[in-house]
């Protein structure tokens, strides 16, 4: 006879249930997009001199497009994203509202760009 059999375990009632992995959120891409568009509109409003409505624009309509594909997936990303999307957008319409109304700010533009085209050749 063998007298290496083993008992098998006790089952332990009232054992600690052990951890569960955290479900990983579900992202949406459209709502992570309007939210770097908008971003982009307003930062790019303030240094680029407000030519970028068009990114606003797009921001707005994907985070809008978000917001009504998935209502509950992320949805201040899409919300933030049409915010700063809106702004973007404003800051534009009044940026080219101020350079149509003031025909001083166009020769400013200019003699700046002119200063930073001399600027790029000297080093060269």
């Known amino acids: 006879m063998d007298n290496n059999y083993q008992q098998p ?11 569960q ?3 990983k959120p579900e992202t949406n891409g459209l709502a992570i997009a309007s939210l770097i568009l908008g971003i982009i ?14 990114t606003g624009v797009v ?9 009504k594909q998935k209502p509950g997936v992320q949805k201040g990303l899409a919300t933030t994203g049409i915010i700063l999307s809106v702004i973007g ?9 101020l350079l149509i109304a003031s025909p001083s700010m166009l020769e400013g533009l200019q003699s700046l760009q002119d200063s930073l085209e001399q600027y790029q050749s000297t080093l060269q």
């Open 21 to 23: 992995l955290p479900i």
């Open 41 to 54: 509109s307003v930062v790019c409003c303030i240094c680029a001199y407000g030519f970028t409505g068009l």
């Open 59 to 67: 921001g707005l309509i994907l985070g809008i497009v978000a917001n």
């Open 89 to 97: 957008i404003v800051l534009a319409v009044v940026y080219v509202v």
């Open 9 to 19: 375990p006790i089952p332990q009632y009232n054992a600690p249930i052990p951890p």
